[in-house]
C-alpha cells in the first residue's frame, strides 16, 4: 500500500466528518460519521503495516482542504460528489494492492460508495425521502459540476490561445489580433452555450415525450402495465403474493404507478428534468469565456512581440493552474499535471503559430 493510498483514505475521513458537521439531518450526518471512522480505521490499519503512526499520516491534503473550502463556499453537495470519485479511486488502488502483493480479489474491493448506501439502506432511521435525498444529491451535483467548470475554463482557454497566436504569427501581433480574439471568444462561448441549450433542452422534451407515452399506455391498457409493474418488482426478489399487493395498491392511483413505471421501467429521475436549459447555457458561456479571455488581455493594452510574449505567459499560467486544478479529482501529482497541461496548451498554440506565420510571409510575398 503506498503512502498516496493512505493519504487518500485520510481525506475521505477528513471530508466525510465535514460533510458530518455540516449536515443538517441528524440522521444522515451519523451516517456521515460513520463513514469517517470507517476510512479513518482503514487508514491506521494501513499505516501499522509501514510502521507509520497515525499522527504521521493523520493531516488532511491540500486537496481536501480545497474541496473543504469549496463546500464552505458553494455547499456540501459538491463534496459529496467529489467523494464518490475518489471513493471509486480507492478501490482501483486497493485492487492495484492486491494484484501486485497476489493477493486473491474477493469481489469485496468494490467502491466504498457500497458501503455508504449498505449503511443508509440498513439504518433503521433512514427515512425514503432521506435516502432519495441522497441518491437526488449526490448524482445531480458534486464532482462533476466542479469538473465541468475546470474543464470549460480549459476549452475556452486553449481554443482562443490558439487562435490568437494563429493570428499573431500571420500578422506579427499586429492589428486583428485583438479584433480576431474578442471574435473567437463570443463564438465559442455562443457556441458552448448553445450546444448546452440543445443538450439539455432535448433530453428534457425526449424524457418527457417517454414518460407521456407511459401515461398513455398506463390509461389505455392498465391490465398490460399491472402486469409490467409485477415483473420489475418479481425481479426485485419480492415473492409474487407480495408483488401482487403492492401492485394492486399502486394501481388504485395512477399517478403513483406512473412514476414507479417512469423510474424503473424508463430508468428516468423526474427530479434531473427540472434542470434549466438557459441556467446550463448560461454556465457553459461563461466558463468558457473566462477561460478565452486569458490570452486575448496583453493585446487589450499593447501589441507586437510584447504582447505575444505577455500573452503567452498568462495564458502558460492559467495553463498550469487548470492543470492543477485537475488533480483535486485525478489525485496526480500536481507538477506533472500542471506542466502537462501547459506541455499539450503550449504545442497547439505553435503550431497554430507556424501555420500563421507561413500564411502571413506568403500574404506578404
Avoid at 499520516?57 to 470519485?85: C, E, H, Q
Avoid at 498550469?320 to 496526480?332: D, E, M, N, R, S
Wanted: no cysteine.
Amino acid at each position: 500500500m503506498k503512502k498516496s493510498s493512505i493519504q487518500t483514505e485520510v481525506d475521505a475521513s477528513y471530508l466525510y466528518s465535514k460533510l458530518a458537521e455540516n449536515e443538517s439531518d441528524e440522521v444522515l450526518s451519523g451516517v456521515f460519521m460513520q463513514m469517517s471512522e470507517i476510512e479513518k480505521s482503514h487508514a491506521v490499519a494501513f499505516a501499522a503495516k509501514m510502521n507509520l503512526t497515525f499522527d504521521e499520516i493523520s493531516s488532511p491534503s491540500w486537496r481536501a482542504k480545497v474541496l473543504n473550502r469549496i463546500g464552505k463556499t458553494f455547499g456540501y453537495d459538491y463534496v459529496l460528489g467529489a467523494l464518490m470519485d475518489t471513493e471509486k479511486q480507492l478501490a482501483t488502488a486497493i485492487i492495484q494492492h492486491k494484484n501486485k502483493a497476489s493477493i486473491p480479489i474477493s469481489g469485496n474491493e468494490d467502491s466504498h460508495v457500497k458501503i455508504l448506501k449498505s449503511i443508509l439502506e440498513n439504518e433503521t432511521r433512514v427515512s425514503g425521502p432521506q435516502l432519495a435525498r441522497f441518491e437526488k444529491r449526490h448524482r445531480s451535483v458534486g464532482g462533476n459540476a466542479i469538473r465541468a467548470a475546470v474543464l470549460g475554463g480549459n476549452d475556452g482557454l486553449v481554443s482562443n490561445f490558439s487562435l490568437v497566436m494563429g493570428i499573431a504569427g500571420a500578422t506579427q501581433g499586429q492589428a486583428g489580433v485583438l479584433v480576431a480574439g474578442l471574435a473567437g471568444l463570443l463564438a465559442g462561448a455562443l457556441s458552448m452555450a448553445l450546444g448546452e441549450w440543445i443538450s439539455v433542452k432535448s433530453s428534457q422534451e425526449l424524457y418527457e415525450n417517454q414518460m407521456a407515452l407511459e401515461m398513455d399506455e398506463l390509461e389505455t391498457n392498465p391490465e398490460g402495465e399491472r402486469k409490467e409493474l409485477k415483473l420489475i418488482y418479481l425481479a426485485k426478489g419480492i415473492p409474487n403474493e407480495q408483488a401482487e399487493a403492492i401492485v394492486e395498491e399502486l394501481m388504485k392511483d395512477k399517478f403513483k404507478a406512473h412514476d414507479v413505471l417512469v423510474k424503473e421501467e424508463l430508468g428516468i429521475n423526474a427530479e434531473e428534468l427540472k434542470g434549466s436549459a438557459i441556467e446550463a447555457a448560461l454556465s457553459s458561456f461563461v466558463l468558457f469565456g473566462i477561460g478565452a479571455v486569458i490570452p486575448v488581455l496583453p493585446f487589450m493594452f499593447t501589441n507586437g512581440m510584447q504582447a505575444i510574449v505577455l500573452s503567452t505567459i498568462f495564458s502558460a499560467i492559467g495553463l498550469f493552474l487548470i492543470g492543477a486544478a485537475i488533480t483535486i479529482f485525478t489525485g496526480k501529482n500536481v507538477w506533472y499535471s500542471g506542466f502537462r497541461q501547459v506541455f499539450f496548451g503550449l504545442a497547439a498554440a505553435a503550431v497554430t503559430f507556424g501555420i500563421g506565420k507561413l500564411i502571413g510571409v506568403e500574404l506578404a510575398g
